[in-house]
């Protein structure tokens, strides 16, 4: 496996449920990030673990919750979503972080959330 | 005011022709540039990255910067329809990368 991995790749919940979606990446990167595209919006950055420590929480809700056991795994684990927050979730990884660089991203392939 | 401002098109360019995208932010304190690339379904590719003033060149591509203006402009020369796709600037500001709503493209064979 090359890359940045998500599963799965496509995701249809209820309001009431618990999920989550998983990212590898295999490239050796010290960063990792989550972002959330919506339909005529900018990526919108939800949060960044360097080094599996979490540094940016940017205003995510709580009913997102991120988990980065080491620096190739990251999840973000989904409870009590709403129709709104429908939209493709990209997990990114860099080489690093607070670095001139941070903003060359890899991408994986994005989860398509879909809640009714 | 946007931070990161693109012309959400699209933007129609004949085959072979230079496909012109532009880009203007306003934290006058960014210091660095991206452009990515994101076919209809697919996730963004990163194509360009340029860090000081002026001109970077990789074969088909220009990226341009002007600090002083506040924008970033990526030159697509000898247009291809494979280069159909929608272009995103993305500035990294105190570490975050905020990106633009991008630019779809769409070259005419």
């Known amino acids: 496996e090359t890359g940045v991995t998500q599963t799965p790749r496509h995701l249809v919940m209820g309001m009431t449920n618990k999920k989550s979606l998983k990212c590898e990446q295999h490239l050796g990167h010290n960063a990792m990030y989550w972002y959330k595209q919506s339909a005529k919006k900018p990526l919108e950055l939800m949060f960044v673990?360097?080094?599996?420590?979490?540094?940016e929480n940017n205003s995510v809700p709580s009913r997102f919750s991120p988990e980065c056991p080491n620096s190739s795994h990251l999840f973000l684990h989904l409870h009590t979503l709403q129709p709104e927050d429908s939209a493709l979730y990209l997990c990114?990884?860099?080489?690093?972080?607070?670095?001139?660089?941070?903003?060359?991203?890899?991408f994986g392939e994005g989860s398509r959330l879909t809640v009714l | 005011q946007k931070e990161v401002e693109q012309n959400s098109g699209p933007l129609s360019v004949p085959e072979g022709a230079i496909a012109s995208l532009n880009c203007t932010y306003s934290?006058?304190?960014?210091?660095?540039f991206f452009w990515y690339r994101q076919y209809s379904g697919k996730s963004p590719e990163l194509i360009m990255f340029i860090y000081s003033n002026g001109d970077k060149e990789d074969g088909r591509f220009t990226a341009q910067l002007n600090k002083a203006s506040q924008y970033v402009s990526l030159l697509i020369r000898d247009s291809q329809p494979s280069d159909s796709a929608t272009y995103l600037c993305a500035v990294n500001r105190d570490d975050k990368i905020i990106f633009g709503k991008g630019t779809r493209l769409h070259i005419l064979p």
């Open positions: 673990y360097n080094f599996k420590e979490q540094t």
């Open positions: 934290d006058r304190g960014s210091q660095s």
């Open positions: 990114a990884s860099s080489q690093d972080y607070y670095s001139e660089n941070t903003g060359e991203l890899f």
